[in-house]
């Protein structure tokens, strides 16, 4: 029986289809926490055994679905809490130590963390592994070039340095002379992932830096020269790297130091890129997986978002090292705007917001003028070079504040440009993200100044169609411009009625009416699942203020979408109806209105009813957390709804 289980696990985590895997995740993730502890000593030593010869076998294949299965095994199976598993850790590490080298990202990335989060469970075995495995991948990035070592290399020092920083501190004068091969190795993937390494290196420097150190630590100083040579003429003749080649380089190592030199504009950087991550890519696989694991582990042991893994700390030392020499690497950098490679500009777009940050009055003074140029050349540019130009002209807004001001007419005007007009073809394919995430950093850089600006914008961008970017933008404008909230509320409820309830939301004045018409036309299309459930999440999550229309929206919820055939839209009415209705108490509180209270009363019941007949085993347990929240006693404590509970 045990057997067959255990084929059953790796059946579904060497699946090629993603909900497969992850619901296989997460089955065997319960598996470990909790079966394995209740098992017989026996028992547990037979599956564990017989997830060995798994392991070894997939760990070996050439497929690399397989080896990415015989990982994830390895990845639940040591958050097993149990005596027998830490007696095989050590074995675990002898089958990942077996997959690299090797070429798959996929495979690297996943094999690289998880051998971060098993260096945590070895002990008193752990400096041994860590000074073993450290010592093994400086070897790598020393010996002839080879693609595939070169990249574990990087890969392992950056897990390592995140799960084990006091270890890896031991080595820390070895990574700082190996790290430069990868920072200038022909491929673009092994520098980046170099700089990944770096950045993790610098948190575990800066986390120790102490004020004695000053005049010893040569780390950042290094790193600048490296850069500045990059930088020279003479570095184009190397064998097998291009000028940009080094460039790049160069711009990857100075990017890192002004990360470690500034914490308050990296956390402010960080907040603002979480503001506008309204609906995460899950195309990576690896970012996927990771999503899924998070639930047992900690981000600091398991993520593949940077934002989250990296800690923020700044480093003294570095940061009178930027101070000092300011004006030679933002003439560096700027000297790169001439550069023809995509991956050079790509750096230019990171690099120029942070280094308006270190130094606002410098910045502004000598190079603003010439980088609000060159973005609005980009912006006027292709489709590929727009998008992060968007949002780099939005952190730039914030990084100078005031000081953007002058240049504010040019850049509503390249915002207008590029919005839809009438005769722009419906279908856009999510090129309005970058300007979307522009509009929004502008309103947090400048709040009430740019109101009058911002409301000419809204109409242009409700004609994109609805969509989780225009959502989070208008979320944000509303916070920061208040005098702007009421027109983009009256657009986004026209927005949601026309998908939600077929028909505009009914203003109080002409010029509204002109805009609904406006939208109607736009809107009034067929409306798929995915349309409908982003409808509803909107309608349930924006802060809208209580009007009678919110009244409208429960019944169609109660009435409609709770009877919905699609699984996603009958949870989705679910969780919208429940806060709409907490809206609809507190307004009861206020007015004590009975036909409200009626509204409020017969919803309830008709969530009480799917509560217990919905064939959906989740959207029936959603229904029921939903009425753990007390503002519902009042209403629940009625004769004909505890009936309801009762049988439920």
């Not at 598996?31 to 997939?58: C, T, Y």
């Not at 595939?148 to 995140?162: C, M, N, P, Q, T």
């Not at 030679?328 to 690099?351: F, Y």
Request: charged letters at 25%; aromatic letters at 6%.
């Amino acid at each position: 029986m045990m057997g067959s289980q255990v084929a059953e696990f790796v059946s579904g985590l060497k699946s090629r289809h993603a909900d497969t895997r992850h619901k296989a995740i997460r089955e065997l993730l319960q598996f470990a926490k909790n079966d394995l502890r209740e098992m017989s000593q026996e028992s547990l030593v037979q599956v564990l055994d017989d997830f060995n010869q798994q392991i070894h076998a997939l760990t070996s294949s050439y497929d690399n679905n397989e080896k990415k299965a015989g990982i994830l095994i390895i990845v639940c199976l040591i958050g097993a809490d149990t005596e027998t598993m830490k007696t095989r850790t050590t074995r675990y590490a002898h089958y990942l130590r077996n997959i690299f080298p090797a070429n798959d990202l996929g495979v690297l990335e996943l094999a690289a963390k998880t051998m971060g989060r098993l260096a945590t469970t070895l002990g008193i075995k752990r400096v041994e592994y860590v000074e073993y495995e450290i010592k093994r991948v400086f070897e790598w990035l020393s010996e002839e070039r080879n693609e595939g070592k070169r990249l574990s290399a990087v890969l392992i020092l950056r897990e390592l340095a995140i799960s084990m920083p006091s270890c890896f501190y031991q080595q820390i004068n070895g990574f700082f002379n190996n790290i430069i091969v990868g920072l200038r190795d022909p491929k673009e993937q092994i520098r980046e992932a170099s700089a990944k390494a770096l950045r993790a290196a610098l948190v575990v420097t800066a986390q120790r830096e102490g004020p004695e150190q000053g005049n010893k630590v040569r780390w950042y100083a290094d790193c600048y020269e490296e850069a500045m040579i990059s930088f020279s003429d003479q570095t184009a003749r190397e064998k097998g790297l291009s000028r940009d080649d080094h460039v790049h380089g160069a711009l990857l190592i100075l990017n890192e130091l002004l990360r470690c030199s500034n914490a308050n504009w990296e956390k402010k950087y960080t907040m603002l890129m979480q503001k506008l991550d309204a609906d995460q890519d899950v195309s990576d696989e690896m970012t996927s997986l990771s999503s899924k694991l998070q639930i047992t582990w900690s981000s600091q042991q398991f993520s593949d978002n940077e934002q989250q893994v990296t800690a923020i700390y700044e480093s003294n030392i570095c940061k009178r090292l930027v101070s000092e020499k300011y004006e030679k690497i933002c003439s560096e950098v700027m000297a790169q705007q001439i550069s023809r490679s995509h991956s050079v500009h790509q750096m230019l777009l990171l690099m120029i917001p942070r280094l308006a940050a270190v130094n606002r009055d410098a910045f502004a003074k000598k190079h603003l003028k010439s980088t609000i140029n060159h973005l609005i050349t980009f912006l006027r540019g292709r489709e590929k070079e727009k998008a992060m130009a968007f949002t780099t002209l939005g952190l730039i807004c914030v990084a100078v504040e005031d000081d953007i001001q002058q240049y504010l007419p040019r850049i509503i005007e390249i915002i207008k440009l590029t919005l839809p007009t009438k005769e722009t073809p419906k279908k856009r394919n999510g090129t309005d993200t970058p300007l979307f995430n522009c509009v929004t950093l502008l309103g947090f850089a400048m709040k009430e100044n740019v109101a009058n600006e911002v409301k000419e914008l809204l109409d242009p961008m409700c004609s994109t169609g609805l969509s989780p970017q225009l959502t989070t933008c208008f979320k944000e404008l509303s916070q920061n411009l208040p005098s702007v909230k009421k027109d983009i509320t009256d657009r986004l409820l026209n927005m949601l009625s026309l998908i939600l309830r077929k028909k505009p939301y009914a203003p109080h004045n002409g010029e509204q009416r002109e805009i609904v018409q406006m939208l109607s036309s736009a809107l009034l299309e067929p409306h798929d699942a995915t349309k409908l459930v982003l409808a509803l999440r909107t309608l349930g999550t924006f802060d809208f203020e209580w009007n009678n229309t919110l009244m409208s929206f429960i019944r169609r919820c109660t009435d409609h979408y709770l009877l919905s055939e699609q699984h996603d839209v009958r949870l989705e009415a679910v969780k919208t109806a429940a806060k709409l209705l907490i809206k609809a108490i507190e307004r009861c509180a206020q007015t004590n209105s009975r036909t409200l209270n009626l509204l409020v009363d017969e919803s309830l019941g008709k969530l009480l009813s799917v509560g217990r007949s919905d064939f959906d085993p989740e959207v029936r347990y959603r229904v029921l957390e939903i009425f753990t929240n007390p503002v519902f006693d009042k209403y629940l404590a009625v004769e004909e709804h505890l009936n309801c509970l009762f049988v439920a």
